[in-house]
């Protein structure tokens, strides 16, 4: 079975200019999340998908990211402008609707970012 | 809200020595607790899980993990580590009222030749 997959694995940019993280999830799962980890701390969700509404968003700093599923598959995450702070990697995961099995999630290899 | 506590930033070991890496969590309800691993350059890939039913829950790599409810503790252990088990190591906690898991901050595992 495919993993989730991630694209691009590595992106440098300067502060100001925007960048796009392309995600693909495991086939047959319906929730999608984009999470940030920072280095020296554990992964924060920014935004999670159920098919391709969005379920929750809260700690997405929307006036520079964005994310869009819009057939319910694969996803988008831009930022526009990056700034300095968000230099992390993204992680994209993805998991199946089956609650009862405790949610398990499964992670991608990440986008690394590096903001100059 | 959950919350998950991972009390040392690193753990030292010996290769072939045990190996815990602790974690207690705070949650509302009944909560499902999971591990991960991820080493250098990589995603976080999942260990394993408790649900319900057995404390004692064994999972990839030779890791298992136990879940006590009354210290509200899920630490995770390995009866003979190796140096290849040298990696970030991530408890996770969720439940019923919220199906998305809080992870800790990590602990960093060095085992030793």
């Known amino acids: 079975e495919a993993g989730v997959a991630q694209s691009p694995r590595y992106k440098i940019i300067e502060k100001r200019q925007s960048v796009a993280f392309w995600c693909n999830p495991i086939s047959g799962h319906a929730t999608l999340y984009w999470y940030q980890q920072i280095l020296g701390q554990g992964p924060k969700l920014l935004i999670q998908?159920?098919?391709?509404?969005?379920?929750?968003d809260s700690q997405l700093p929307k006036d520079r990211f964005s994310a869009e599923r819009l057939k319910g598959v694969d996803s988008t995450l831009k930022i526009q402008p990056a700034k300095l702070e968000d230099s992390a990697v993204y992680l994209c995961a993805s998991s199946s609707r089956d609650r009862g099995s405790g949610n398990t999630i499964y992670f991608g290899e990440g986008s690394w970012l590096t903001v100059v | 809200a959950q919350s998950v506590a991972q009390p040392e930033d690193q753990v030292n070991v010996a290769e072939g020595n045990p190996l815990t890496v602790k974690c207690t969590y705070s949650?509302?309800?009944?909560?499902?607790l999971f591990w991960y691993v991820q080493y250098p350059n990589r995603g976080l890939q999942f260990l394993l899980k408790?649900?319900?039913?057995?404390?004692l829950v064994k999972g990839s790599y030779g890791f298992e993990a136990e879940f006590n409810k009354s210290q509200t503790s899920f630490h995770l252990k390995k009866p003979s580590a190796l140096v290849s088990d040298s990696a970030l190591y991530f408890c996770?906690?969720?439940?019923?009222?919220?199906?998305?898991?809080?992870f800790g901050r990590g602990t960093s595992l060095i085992v030793h030749p």
């Open positions: 996770a906690v969720s439940s019923g009222g919220s199906y998305i898991p809080t």
């Open positions: 949650v509302s309800g009944n909560p499902y």
């Open positions: 998908f159920q098919n391709n509404g969005v379920v929750d």
């Open positions: 408790y649900i319900t039913g057995d404390n």
